[in-house]
């Protein structure tokens, strides 16, 4: 990974998922800021622009792929957005193809497998939308 950390925003009512989380990026040299709501997801992403945004899809007021059709639309054009949840990672994967999220990912996955799968996202190309 280059000098430069990749900013990430984790959004997750569950503060020791969050907290786990958090910690294992900040090991990975990840810059990494939470929230523990739905609300207030567009704001954030507006005003820190981070390069991902980590969504847990069983977040309460307003589920993960509602908050990322919100926020995409405050978010710089190069933001990405992945789906986070413990659910089936068919059904994950489903919900994150119909939300037009840029990945989706298991909460089972952390540590360096999280710190690689990120980075990869990150260095991808965005597909713009109705391409």
């Known amino acids: 990974m280059s000098d430069t950390k990749i900013r990430v925003l ?4 569950d503060p020791d998922q969050l907290a786990l989380t ?5 090991s990975y040299n ?11 997801v567009s704001n954030l992403v507006r005003t820190t622009a981070p390069d991902l945004v ?10 993960g ?3 990322l059709t919100l926020a995409r639309q405050q978010a710089p054009e190069n933001t ?10 068919s059904k994950l994967r489903a919900l994150a193809l119909a939300a037009g999220a840029d990945g989706y ?8 497998d999280l710190a690689r799968k990120l980075e990869r996202l ?9 391409t």
């Open 65 to 67: 792929d509602k908050v």
């Open 122 to 130: 990150h260095k991808r190309p965005r597909v713009a939308a109705g």
């Open 105 to 112: 990912l298991s909460k089972s996955t952390q540590g360096a």
């Open 22 to 26: 958090e910690r294992s990026l900040s």
């Open 54 to 63: 980590l969504l847990d899809v069983n977040i309460p007021a307003l589920s």
């Open 30 to 40: 990840f810059e990494v800021r939470t929230h523990r709501s739905s609300l207030g």
């Open 10 to 13: 984790i959004v997750d009512d």
């Open 80 to 89: 990405r957005f992945v789906l986070y949840s413990a659910s089936d990672e």
